[in-house]
Every structure is written in C-alpha cells, then in structure tokens.
C-alpha cells in the first residue's frame, strides 16, 4: 500500500557553531527524517501560467515542467498534493480539486507563535525582475498547464482551508515547492511563516524555487547566487530544505 512506505527526506539546515578557536560560523547540517508517504504533503505555490517579469516567468515555465514529473511520482507513493495558485480561485472554481477543499470541515489552527523576523539577504524593494519589467500588474489566471492536477488533489490560496487540509489528512511534513521564495513562499497565509508560526513542519524544495532578484541590486550577485542567498536564509531561520529527489522514491 501507497501508506505504508516511507520517504526518507534529507533535510538541510544551516547551525550557527564555534570553530576550535571560538570563532562563529555557519555549519550545513543535514538529518534523514524518515516519514510515511501518506503523510506528507506538497504545497505548490504560485506556479502560475504567466508574470509581469519576463524572466521570472521563463524560469517559471522551466521550474513548472520539472515540478510535474516530481509530484507525479510523488502522487503515485501516496504523497498529498496541494495546489496554491493565488488569485487565481475564479478560474478553479468548479474544478473538483477545489470543490474538494471547500468540503473538508474547517479546523483553527493554534495561536500563532512568536518568531524572529529578520530581513532577507537581498534587497528586492524595486520588485526583483531582472528583465527591466517595472511591477506590478496581474499577469496570470491560473496554475501553469504544465503541471497536472490529479484525481485526489486539492486546491487553495487561503491557510485557514490548507490548515484545516493538514490535519484532516493527518499530514506529518508539508515540502512546499514554487515561487518566489523571497516574497509568496515566506508571506502567503500558506507560506513558511505562517506555517512556522502555527507548529506545522514544512520544508521547502530548494531545487524547485525562484527569487524574484535583479542583480543590480544589493548585494550585487547574480540571479542564481541571490536565490541560494535566500534558500540558505531560510535553512539558518525558518525550516530546512529538501531536494525533490527525496519526494519521488520511497522504500
């Protein structure tokens, strides 16, 4: 049975540690965590059909193709599959993922606890495209085609329904995948904060991201050195990381 085996996900995280002559510095730590397919869950966020920055969507459209694969082989373990297009639930709203959302009885998730917010690595107050688009306007309409939507899936853009999804489908770890990591994967109301805040254990896919970065600005890197800038940021702060490798086997 799909249930009954195990995804042994390798999480990363960064440990703040002293070298032998005392001095701080950041130690990369992983830890296989061994958890049932049948209670992890992918969270897909944003993945949306088109952007305002035409780089961001390219990178968009590449991340998509590969996502489908994963979440595929995932699906077939038993691994729950979330899609969280925002602002996208008018074009979805008599899908049957949906419909299956809305009928899962709500839950209140727990008071939400206290957090160090620090600020991100990268500046990206003038909107993170690298492509010269000034933000912002509503480019999109619904999830990329790209990536299917299966027969047990759901979908939603809200946390209180993806909330009251977790623990109606007894989910041990949430992995969430999508864009960008910077702004929608950390703030959503179904992003890494809120669900840091409210005691569920996430990961994020650090192979299946995106920053919204222009390296003009600081810390004046490239487009990829500022995403890994931000995925360590998370790993130091937030919650580990995952490679998706980790979601499409199971023993």
Not at 101 to 109: E, H, R
């Amino acid at each position: 049975m799909a249930d009954a085996r195990q995804l042994t996900l390798n999480l990363r995280t960064q440990r703040l540690s002293r070298d032998s002559a005392n001095r701080a510095y950041w130690d990369t730590v992983v830890s296989p965590k061994s958890v049932p397919a049948g209670r992890t869950a992918i969270l897909i966020c944003d993945v949306w059909d088109n952007h305002w920055s035409r780089g961001a969507a390219e990178r968009c459209a590449e991340i998509a193709a590969r996502m489908n694969d994963v979440v595929t082989a995932a699906r077939g373990l038993g691994v729950s599959i979330i899609h969280a297009p925002s602002d996208t639930m008018d074009f979805y709203v008599d899908h049957p993922a949906r419909r299956r959302m809305l009928a899962i009885p709500a839950v209140s998730p727990l008071e939400s606890a206290d957090h160090a917010d620090p600020p991100l690595p990268i500046d990206d107050s003038d909107g993170g495209s690298d492509t010269g688009e000034k933000p912002w306007h509503k480019a999109w309409s619904r999830q990329h085609p790209a990536i299917e939507i299966g027969d047990q899936d759901v979908i939603s853009d809200r946390g209180q329904e993806v909330y009251s999804f977790l623990r109606h489908r007894d989910i041990a770890q949430v992995v969430i995948m999508g864009v960008h990591t910077n702004m929608c994967i950390l703030h959503r109301s179904f992003g890494i904060k809120q669900m840091v805040r409210w005691g569920v254990e996430i990961a994020l896919a650090r192979d299946l991201t995106d920053t919204m970065y222009n390296p003009a600005m600081r810390p004046y890197l490239s487009h990829d050195e500022g995403t890994r800038l931000v995925i360590e940021f998370i790993e130091k702060l937030w919650c580990p990381t995952v490679s998706s490798e980790d979601l499409a086997k199971a023993r």
